[in-house]
C-alpha cells in the first residue's frame, strides 16, 4: 500500500489550501495536473513543473468563483517513466473524459511490457468502450468493484466529476478530499529517513485507518479481514526507485 500521488478532489465552493497542495508535491514531485469544471466545459492542464501548474490551479479556480476542482501531484512508478505523457489527467480518446488516478491498477487493465503507465494504458484503451456507463449512472459502482478500495479515481466531464471510491478518500474540515495524507506535510501525513545510504520514504497511518488491515474505510468493522500482511508497511525506498526509472 505504498503511496503512489496524492488525488485531491476540491467541491463547489470549497477553499483550496495551498499549503496541503505543496505537501502532496514535496513527496510527489513527478510532475502534476488538474481540472475545473465551470460552465459546462473542462479547463485542465498540467506539466513536469508542479509548483507552475498549482499556481495556475488556484489563480484560475478562485477567479472562475470556487467551482469544482481536481488537482493530481505524481509520483512516477518503477519503469512508468518520468515524462509529460504520464502526468495527469489522461484523455479517455473519443469521449470529453479526463481521468485522475492514486494507487496501482490491477494487472487486467495493464500490461507491464507496454511503456505507458497503468493509468494511461487503462485511459486509453480499456475507458474508451466503456465510457457510455457514466451515462447510465453504473459507471462509479462497477469501477470501483473492478479497481478494488487501494485505488481511488476521478473523471472529469462537462456533466460533473465521477468519484471512484469517494468513501476512501480522508476529507478535511473545510471540505477537501484527499486520497492520502500526504497533505499533511512531513512529520504528520510522511516522513523520511536514509538507512544505508538510500533515502527511504513512508506514510505514517492515516486518519480513520484500521489497525488491523490497514483499510481506511474498515475502522475495524465486521468486515475486517484481518490479514495484515496483505496491505505491506506503506514506504520506499526512494533512491532505488528513482535509479530504475526510466525518463521518458
Same mark, same amino acid.
Given at each position: 500500500?505504498?503511496?503512489?500521488?496524492?488525488?485531491?478532489?476540491?467541491?463547489?465552493?470549497?477553499?483550496?489550501?495551498?499549503?496541503?497542495?505543496?505537501?502532496?508535491?514535496?513527496?510527489?514531485?513527478?510532475?502534476?495536473?488538474?481540472?475545473?469544471?465551470?460552465?459546462?466545459?473542462?479547463?485542465?492542464?498540467? !506539466?513536469?513543473?508542479?509548483?507552475?501548474?498549482?499556481?495556475?490551479?488556484?489563480?484560475?479556480?478562485?477567479?472562475?468563483?470556487?467551482?469544482?476542482?481536481?488537482?493530481?501531484?505524481?509520483?512516477?512508478?518503477? !519503469?512508468?517513466?518520468?515524462?509529460?505523457?504520464?502526468?495527469?489527467?489522461?484523455?479517455?480518446? !473519443?469521449?470529453?473524459?479526463?481521468?485522475?488516478?492514486?494507487?496501482?491498477?490491477?494487472?487486467?487493465? @495493464?500490461?507491464?511490457?507496454?511503456?505507458?503507465?497503468?493509468?494511461?494504458?487503462?485511459?486509453?484503451?480499456?475507458?474508451?468502450?466503456?465510457?457510455? @456507463?457514466?451515462?447510465?449512472?453504473?459507471?462509479?459502482?462497477?469501477?470501483?468493484?473492478?479497481?478494488?478500495?487501494?485505488?481511488?479515481?476521478?473523471?472529469?466531464?462537462?456533466?460533473?466529476?465521477?468519484?471512484?471510491?469517494?468513501?476512501?478518500?480522508?476529507?478535511?474540515?473545510?471540505?477537501?478530499?484527499?486520497?492520502?495524507?500526504?497533505?499533511?506535510?512531513?512529520?504528520?501525513?510522511?516522513?523520511?529517513?536514509?538507512?544505508?545510504?538510500?533515502?527511504?520514504?513512508?506514510?505514517?497511518?492515516?486518519?480513520?485507518?484500521?489497525?488491523?488491515?490497514?483499510?481506511?474505510?474498515?475502522?475495524?468493522?465486521?468486515?475486517?479481514?484481518?490479514?495484515?500482511?496483505?496491505?505491506?508497511?506503506?514506504?520506499?525506498?526512494?533512491?532505488?526507485?528513482?535509479?530504475?526509472?526510466?525518463?521518458?
Amino acid at each position: 500500500m505504498i503511496t503512489i500521488c496524492l488525488l485531491t478532489i476540491h467541491p463547489k465552493g470549497v477553499e483550496a489550501i495551498r499549503s496541503e497542495m505543496e505537501h502532496g508535491l514535496e513527496v510527489n514531485p513527478e510532475g502534476a495536473g488538474w481540472a475545473i469544471l465551470c460552465n459546462g466545459s473542462v479547463h485542465s492542464g498540467k !506539466g513536469l513543473n508542479g509548483k507552475f501548474e498549482l499556481d495556475t490551479y488556484l489563480l484560475l479556480r478562485e477567479k472562475m468563483g470556487n467551482p469544482p476542482g481536481v488537482f493530481h501531484a505524481r509520483l512516477a512508478t518503477a !519503469g512508468r517513466g518520468l515524462g509529460y505523457s504520464g502526468c495527469h489527467p489522461l484523455d479517455v480518446p !473519443g469521449t470529453d473524459l479526463k481521468v485522475f488516478h492514486n494507487g496501482t491498477l490491477p494487472g487486467e487493465f @495493464w500490461d507491464a511490457d507496454d511503456p505507458r503507465s497503468d493509468t494511461r494504458q487503462f485511459a486509453e484503451d480499456w475507458l474508451p468502450g466503456r465510457a457510455a @456507463w457514466a451515462s447510465e449512472g453504473t459507471l462509479a459502482a462497477k469501477l470501483a468493484d473492478m479497481i478494488g478500495p487501494f485505488n481511488k479515481m476521478v473523471l472529469a466531464g462537462p456533466r460533473g466529476l465521477l468519484v471512484i471510491n469517494e468513501q476512501e478518500f480522508l476529507t478535511t474540515p473545510e471540505g477537501a478530499l484527499h486520497s492520502n495524507a500526504d497533505y499533511l506535510g512531513q512529520g504528520e501525513g510522511w516522513d523520511e529517513m536514509t538507512i544505508g545510504g538510500d533515502l527511504y520514504r513512508y506514510n505514517l497511518p492515516q486518519p480513520g485507518q484500521c489497525e488491523t488491515c490497514n483499510r481506511l474505510s474498515c475502522a475495524g468493522k465486521a468486515e475486517c479481514d484481518g490479514t495484515r500482511q496483505k496491505h505491506p508497511p506503506r514506504w520506499r525506498n526512494e533512491s532505488a526507485r528513482r535509479a530504475s526509472l526510466a525518463v521518458a
